[in-house]
């Protein structure tokens, strides 16, 4: 397992060892601006 993961690293280093650990930080501002979105509005904040 180990040898494949510095394979990858050697091959590719910006997309190695990828996987469903900490997702990127465009993909989180992404994620974060969703939230955003379909989070319902409250008038009464706005004032």
Known sequence: ML???KREYKENPMTALSGNGN???PE????????LIKKPINPLNQI
């Open 3 to 5: 040898s494949k993961w």
């Open 28 to 35: 989180a501002k992404l994620a974060e601006l969703e939230r």
């Open 23 to 25: 997702i990127s930080k």
